[in-house]
């Protein structure tokens, strides 16, 4: 199983993001999708995520109206939509996922970069 992550890069505070995770592999399953970032010095926290069934989302309280995550089960694919960026959502962005239930994460990328120039 491989995630690989893309659509980082250097932005300025206010601009917008969408970061893209492909998933491949023959022994790829998955409950759900989530991104997690972890910024210089602190620990990996999680961002968002997304169950398959239903479509319901998750998002930490300091992304919430500003992101929106997506994506196609049958595409193995998830999206994060950034907007709104702050200097503070400077991060390495990993997406990561869930094959028996949200929380419990199985698969996880390399990352991409976020940086968002004040």
């Known amino acids: 199983v491989q995630l690989v992550e893309s659509g980082g890069g250097l932005v300025q505070a206010g601009d917008s993001l969408r970061l893209s995770c492909a998933a491949s592999?023959?022994?790829?399953?998955?409950?759900?999708m989530a991104w997690f970032r972890q910024a210089p010095g602190k620990e990996r926290e999680f961002v968002a995520a997304?169950?398959?069934?239903?479509?319901?989302?998750y998002y930490t309280d300091s992304v919430k109206g500003r992101f929106t995550i997506s994506g196609d089960s049958a595409k193995n694919t998830v999206y994060l939509q950034m907007n709104s960026l702050k200097p503070e959502d400077t991060a390495v962005y990993y997406c990561?996922?869930?094959?028996?239930?949200?929380?419990?994460?199985?698969?996880w990328g390399q990352g991409t970069q976020v940086t968002v120039s004040s």
């Open positions: 990561a996922n869930a094959r028996r239930r949200l929380g419990d994460y199985d698969d």
């Open positions: 592999g023959r022994t790829f399953s998955s409950y759900g």
């Open positions: 997304i169950r398959w069934s239903d479509d319901i989302t």
